[in-house]
T-cell receptor, first 113, second 113 residues
Framework: GAVVSQHPSRVICKSGTSVKIECRSL??????MFWYRQFPKQSLMLMAT?????????EQGVEKDKFLINHASLTLSTLTVTSAHPEDSSFYIC?????????FGPGTRLTVL | QKEVEQNSGPLSVPEGAIASLNCTYS??????FFWYRQYSGKSPELIMS????GDKEDGRFTAQLNKASQYVSLLIRDSQPSDSATYLC?????????????FGKGTTLSVSS
């Protein structure tokens, strides 16, 4: 199946700092990628749809100035959590569609102290 | 509001038994249906996809779809302890590549040896 990678897998940062998470499609090109967030014992919640070469589409309630998304190439989308706070601590997962099936990256565990 | 409902469980079955996981959805326009398995601390992995009414079998897994009742289920035959995980039901409202999945909260399955 298609492979989606994420980096880093785990990050711990201080409150107020910014964190960048990379999502790469390794063996296919993805014009669209999706960013999800999952809090403990909750389901995956779609944050935004990342579109190559254009602005991301954010879901209602997600601050676009706080969660900056850049999809500069067909294989890379980045999510930057700016001025992170403890409430941003979560599991961030990206995904991409391949022939109608959505494949997920391994996720990034963010802990903000 | 597009919703996907699942019983959170836990669903406990003995090894070798059949586990039955259920999911209902609210939007009659839903086109595609998926079951993902998620182990603790990991990202979801696709088990089954189903697009038309009826049953679809893949090894020990059978997905069942009834669009009239807005109901999709997953049967796991000969359940194994390694099947213990959270099972996420997901729907897709349209078949375009840029359409994200909507997830239920997941059902936790515990298979005892």
């Amino acid at each position: 199946g298609a492979v989606v990678s994420q980096h880093p897998s785990r990050v711990i940062c201080k409150s107020g700092t910014s964190v960048k998470i990379e999502c790469r499609s390794l063996d296919f090109q993805a014009t669209t990628m999706f960013w999800y967030r999952q809090f403990p014992k909750q389901s995956l919640m779609l944050m935004a749809t990342s579109n190559e070469g254009s602005k991301a589409t954010y879901e209602q309630g997600v601050e676009k100035d706080k969660f900056l998304i850049n999809h500069a190439s067909l294989t890379l989308s980045t999510l930057t959590v700016t001025s992170a706070h403890p409430e941003d601590s979560s599991f961030y997962i990206c995904s991409a569609n391949v022939l109608g099936t959505q494949y997920f990256g391994p996720g990034t565990r963010l802990t903000v102290l | 509001q597009k919703e996907v409902e699942q019983n959170s469980g836990p669903l406990s079955v003995p090894e070798g038994a059949i586990a039955s996981l259920n999911c209902t959805y609210s939007d009659r326009g839903s086109q595609s249906f998926f079951w993902y398995r998620q182990y603790s601390g990991k990202s979801p992995e696709l088990i089954m996809s189903i697009y038309s009414n009826g049953d679809k079998e893949d090894g020990r897994f059978t997905a069942q779809l009834n669009k009239a009742s807005q109901y999709v289920s997953l049967l796991i035959r000969d359940s194994q302890p390694s099947d213990s995980a959270t099972y996420l039901c997901a729907i897709k409202l349209a078949n375009q590549a840029g359409t994200a999945l909507i997830f239920g909260k997941g059902t936790t399955l515990s298979v005892s040896s």
